[in-house]
């Protein structure tokens, strides 16, 4: 079966995408995997399927699937790929500065407001990411809540877990799929063995393969987790991520948007912040509505044809 599909990818977060709204390609795990293999395949850290809206005046419906074939609840780097795919094919309508347009995903519908280029396709994307999860037993994490937001929701803000290496302690935010944020302020305070291959102790030299691999996996997170690991500074909040699903990957948007949140909930910064990714910056705000809203970029890297060979 051959099948045409476009490579788009947020701060080098990537995703092969495929127009699907016939709603009728069924891919399995499989299929995914050998679609995302960076050597065998086209390579990408998720699939997402461009299907049909659910809600009425809705743009299209994001299914997205992590690369190793289990599906995802949101993607905030796919959606802003989702709404480019979209308004630059003229599938959504635009106007000469931008437009809107909301997308339907697993998490609920998401509002988009974007701008776009002189050629008219998408540039940058503000999505209304909706409200955080901060009910445990919605996140969900097993563990009883330790603090309270400012609104008065309980939420675990300093889950202790015992690593092979050291006690890390996370802050558990929802933003429609899972994150637990580790908050570094003193890296120098950390065992050498979390920095194996340096004696310079930071974020970029962070064992962080190996510890999200350890965290996403623990008994505490029921449906598994995505893994923050950050560190606030005065001008941005620094942060590297390993994905449930796929692994360490340049950016996160559902990522940046819930360690902004659990920064601002244990103190560390303010409703704004602009989240520094190994793929660039995600600007944050959590507004006085309660949704959060993160802007970024979105780009297209190629297209083309692929094959799935069914028959084997
Ligand atoms: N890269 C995404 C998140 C993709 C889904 C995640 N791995 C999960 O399983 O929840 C983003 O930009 O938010």
């Known amino acids: ?75 905030g780097n796919g959606v802003r790929c989702f709404a480019k795919f979209l308004v630059d094919r003229g599938i959504a309508p635009s106007g000469p500065e931008g437009g809107e347009l909301v997308a339907d995903t697993l998490a609920g519908p998401r509002p988009i407001a974007f701008t776009v280029d002189g050629e008219g396709l998408l540039a940058e994307a503000t999505v209304d990411m909706g409200e955080p999860v901060l009910d445990p037993a919605a996140v969900p994490v097993g563990a009883a809540p330790d603090a309270t937001s400012p609104e008065g929701a309980p939420y675990v803000g300093e889950l202790v877990l015992d690593t092979p290496w050291a006690p890390l302690t996370f802050c558990c935010v929802s933003m429609g799929n899972p994150h637990a944020v580790c908050f570094i302020d003193d890296f120098d305070a950390l065992p050498d063995a979390l920095f194996p291959d340096s004696l310079d102790k930071r974020l970029a030299t962070l064992d962080v393969d190996a510890v999200g691999a350890f965290v996403e996996a623990h008994p505490a997170f ?14 941005a909040i620094a942060m590297r991520v390993f994905e449930r699903g796929c692994g360490e990957t340049l950016a996160c948007g559902t990522g940046a948007c819930a ?18 990714l190994r793929g660039g910056d995600l600007r944050i705000r959590w507004d006085d509505d309660g949704h959060v809203r993160m802007t970024g970029p979105a780009a297209q890297s190629f297209s ?9």
């Open 1 to 75: 079966m051959e099948i045409e599909f476009a490579k788009l990818h947020g701060l080098g977060n990537d995703f092969v995408m495929i127009d699907d709204r016939a709603g009728e390609l069924a891919l399995s795990p499989d299929e995914v995997r050998a679609l995302c293999d960076r050597h065998f395949g086209i390579g990408a850290d998720g699939v997402i399927l461009v299907r049909p809206p659910v809600g009425e005046g809705h743009a299209g419906y994001m299914h997205y699937v992590n690369a190793d074939g289990t599906l995802a609840q949101m993607c």
């Open 222 to 235: 029921p449906e598994k987790t995505n893994v923050e690991f950050a560190h606030a500074g005065d001008d």
């Open 259 to 276: 360690t902004a949140v659990a920064a601002s909930l244990t103190g560390r910064a303010g409703r704004t912040s602009t989240v520094r």
């Open 304 to 312: 083309g044809t692929v094959t799935i060979d069914r028959a084997r």
